[in-house]
């Protein structure tokens, strides 16, 4: 018989077995998606802190087979869902669908009934279907006719976009990347990676078999639950607060953006630096936790002035003036 200690993982839920259970993320992902760690440390880190991820990079980076693969490696239900210019708010949270055989209406749940949703090319539907996924991604429900209904736990909404091509495509607007927890940008392959995804393709490599590649479960919802208690316990000083704040309010006051980081984005950056300490085997955060997560976290949460991006001024780039200038506690 199982231990009732032990999770379906076989962890026991202490600390750093669960901890080792996540790392092993990577192996399992490494064996469908070359290179790409910080995305996946970034998706873990975004379900730790039951949070949403936003996927930018250009077509062919394997931005839809590094969900695929995570969702493998975690055991999650996974769904795909292509935005296009015609897809309508029901074909994501689904609709009540009426019943000739007995009168009535039912509800035919949408895809968003799922562990880890692909909203992919995002911003290729309008305003209207986008801001379907507000509810969905911030209560953690849909409400179809006035009732509201629960979605699965875990619930990740992760979507991509393209950023170089803007012909036919809706920005998102800040309301909805502020639901976001991490940016994530996924670059082109350095050479060496490159020549090992050519190598993996000639040798028969089929990224719509995954189960073929040798990518299997290695945690599952029981090994998040546990890790994400585990996190809560990590500690956050003052200090660390306070430096969190000051640099969210910095960008408030930069003469190079015309948006800062809300409230919401500071408690984010708090958030997904403990994720990252704990992550890094500690029960602590320090300042380089909050370094170390302040891009992903903030970039998609400020705007530009117009004349700065005619300078060539990023947003990373502001942010990082940012985090050189705010004193770092000790």
């Known amino acids: 018989m199982m231990d009732?200690?032990?999770?379906?993982?076989?962890?026991?839920?202490?600390?750093?077995?669960?901890?080792?259970?996540?790392?092993?993320?990577?192996?399992?992902?490494?064996?469908?998606?070359?290179?790409?760690?910080?995305?996946?440390?970034?998706?873990?880190?975004?379900l730790l802190c039951r949070g949403h991820v936003l996927l930018e990079g250009v077509p062919g980076v394997a931005k839809t087979l590094l969900v695929r693969a995570l969702a493998s490696a975690l055991e999650l239900d996974t769904k795909r869902v292509q935005f296009t210019p015609d897809l309508m708010p029901s074909d994501i949270t689904g609709s009540l669908v009426y019943d000739t055989r007995t009168a009535e209406?039912?509800?035919?749940?949408?895809?968003?009934?799922?562990?880890?949703?692909?909203?992919?090319?995002?911003?290729?539907?309008?305003?209207?279907?986008?801001?379907?996924?507000l509810e969905a991604m911030e209560e953690r429900q849909v409400t179809v006719d006035g009732t509201p209904r629960p979605l699965p736990e875990p619930f990740l909404v992760t979507a991509t976009q393209n950023p170089v091509e803007y012909e036919g495509t809706y920005p998102l607007p800040e309301a909805q990347l502020d639901r976001f927890l991490l940016k994530l940008t996924i670059p082109l392959p350095s050479r060496q990676d490159e020549i090992d995804v050519l190598t993996r393709h000639a040798e028969g490599f089929n990224p719509r078999d995954l189960r073929a590649a040798g990518v299997r479960p290695v945690a599952g919802p029981a090994d998040l639950e546990a890790a994400r208690a585990s996190v809560a316990k990590t500690t956050i000083s003052p200090e660390i607060t306070a430096y969190v704040v000051d640099i969210c309010r910095a960008t408030r006051e930069s003469p190079s953006l015309t948006l800062g980081v809300s409230p919401r984005g500071a408690t984010a950056l708090l958030a997904t630096s403990r994720a990252w300490a704990w992550l890094t085997g500690r029960d602590y955060v320090i300042p380089d936790d909050v370094k170390a997560l302040a891009l992903p976290t903030l970039r998609h949460r400020v705007q530009l002035r117009p004349e700065a991006e005619m300078e060539g001024i990023t947003a990373d780039s502001v942010i990082n003036a940012i985090l050189a200038h705010v004193p770092v506690p000790r």
């Open 4 to 46: 009732p200690t032990t999770d379906n993982a076989g962890n026991t839920g202490d600390p750093g077995d669960v901890r080792a259970s996540l790392e092993a993320l990577r192996a399992e992902i490494a064996k469908a998606v070359v290179g790409q760690d910080p995305a996946v440390t970034g998706l873990v880190v975004a």
């Open 105 to 133: 209406f039912s509800f035919q749940p949408g895809p968003v009934f799922t562990n880890l949703l692909l909203a992919d090319e995002i911003n290729r539907t309008p305003p209207k279907t986008q801001s379907s996924l």
